[in-house]
């Protein structure tokens, strides 16, 4: 008994084969082809379906569904995406579709929840059924676990962490609100800041780069720069409010972080640390548990195979 | 079958007697006397218990339970009073106590969670299965309810929304937490603003008042008072980020709001709805109805007696 996993991006589509107990039997990866089109986004998924069944010799019959991780909102129900600014959709049937290429039954999520399934399945989650995930990159997606079940709510895309406003006089964001997380603590808030820093002419490591990414201010900082180490305290602090926020309202019994900025270590975990236990403090009974997400890339994929499986085992609603 | 409900304030016990469809056979109160020590308040809710069934000829056999809705934290499992303040209650054995006193199953809450049942009972949230309810008095309760439940998470004590932070800089909170939504926008709050301003020597209404209530400002911004105006645009502006994190985090598919601040009318509601529905905009579907509780100060015990009858139905846990 097996499962297809995909995690589908905006640039690539990444997917694995798993079994029942979580074993990877074969992963790839294959480019997402979003600007030739939706058709050209399904033969890219089948292609590389094909491609990983072909690698480990499995049969159709022994593949039972599949999971598919989406970067945007879905409809889990209806089996729709309701909105995908990066692949150009918009209340696009992809599951409708895909079980007739594939020939096996599909169940669409969010990337940011199946990303905390595959977490709770394998990763640092393993220990625990009521988990909140955020993942920090480009933009900032969340996903609130309870009971070992993704919470969606009343919009059906669950949590929306990245649009929390942490910040009443903040910056404007895309979505038209003032001080969203987002705009204040993501790997592209962080670049636009530290960007701010080097215009005002400070002194930095950083000065001179002609392309900034986030990565180069997390290494300036764990090198010592100050100005990269501001920025990055800043980003920090705003995520340690808006995840101790997030825990007074949720009470979920372990955080896990993901995303590459999370991964760059004590240059913003410290100040992170600090400012959740700060704002949490009295209201913690115990200190509740901070982790960072385990997979990686892959928790995208495995989590969308637990998706399936979970799905057709009766609790995948 | 008759329930009893028990709203346990710091200065006053309400109660009633209720019957499984909601019906309000009789109610009353008592003073507390939280300061004679906690016999004393056993011996009042005796009292009160006794006068109550005594009113309505109810015999021991058919009031089948009591609820009791709690100022503090409450471990709902060891029927156990964390911490009431108001009380100067911790790790009060209220429960077991209550019991012997009584003769009949005893179920504790936290006093937010019992008006949210209430509510959803017999009140505003009555169709409705998934709420978030915010009480705003001298402080700031809350209470969410999922699938007809209370969500208590990790800490056992349910959404503490009244701690969450809107103002990273803001004024310290008594919790040691910085801009804590209580501290802006609480009852208690609103007055000390309004002195604030009154300080700076700002024509006002309010001038010349020797005590200042919450009640005096929603009074002088109702007839045009522009400071009262503005220190409430603040407050509720506040309330409207708050509630719209929460929506984002929670998706609930109504908010009640509770307590006297709420029921003033526009003053108050009519920048509160602007900032919510400003702050959730691109993410509402359909408009979230934002309504006012109903139950004014039945809804404790009201919503106590539902626990009572919820748990003896199997479904209190």
Redesign the interface.
């Known amino acids: 008994m097996y499962f297809l996993g995909i995690d589908l991006g905006g640039t690539t589509i990444k997917g694995g084969i798993v079994d029942k107990t979580g074993n990877i039997l074969t992963q790839g990866q294959v480019p997402t082809r979003a600007e030739a089109g939706a058709e050209a986004v399904l033969a890219q998924i089948e292609n590389l379906t094909k491609e990983l069944k072909a690698r480990v010799g499995i049969s159709d019959g022994q593949l039972r569904g599949a999971g598919i991780g989406i970067p945007g909102s879905v409809d889990v129900e209806k089996g729709l995406v309701r909105l995908a600014p990066n692949l150009h959709w918009r209340n696009f049937p992809l599951r409708g579709k895909l079980e007739k290429l594939l020939g096996i039954p599909v169940v669409l999520d969010n990337d940011a929840h199946v990303a905390a399934l595959g977490e709770m399945w394998q990763g640092a989650g393993r220990d625990y059924q ?1 988990i909140l995930m955020i993942t920090i990159g480009t933009g900032i997606g969340s996903a ?1 676990i ?1 009971n070992g079940q993704v ?11 990245g ?6 006089h903040g910056p404007l964001c895309e ?3 003032r001080g969203c997380l987002e705009t204040l603590a993501s790997a592209t808030a962080i670049v636009r800041q530290a960007r701010q820093e080097l215009e005002r002419g400070r002194p930095s490591l950083l000065r001179g780069k002609e392309t900034l990414e986030a990565r180069d201010v997390l290494v300036a900082a764990g090198q010592g720069d100050e100005l990269a180490r501001e920025v990055l305290n800043r980003a920090a ?2 995520l340690g ?1 808006a995840l ?3 825990v ?6 372990v955080v896990i972080l993901g995303g590459g900025v999370a991964q760059a270590g004590e240059v913003i975990l410290g100040p992170l640390k600090e400012r959740f236990e ?2 949490l ?5 115990k200190p ?1 548990p901070l982790l960072l997400a385990q997979l990686g890339n892959k928790a995208g994929f495995v989590g969308a195979a637990y998706l399936a499986l979970s799905f057709l085992r009766g609790e995948g609603k």
């Not at 007074?248 to 019994?253: A, D, K, N, Q």
């Open positions: 009521d609130v309870l919470h969606r709510g009343i919009f059906g895309y669950g949590a929306e962490m649009h929390v406003k942490v910040e009443p979505c038209g609100g602090g705003y409010i101790a926020n997030a007074l309202l949720i009470g979920p019994t700060e704002a403090g009295p209201w913690q009974i509740l």
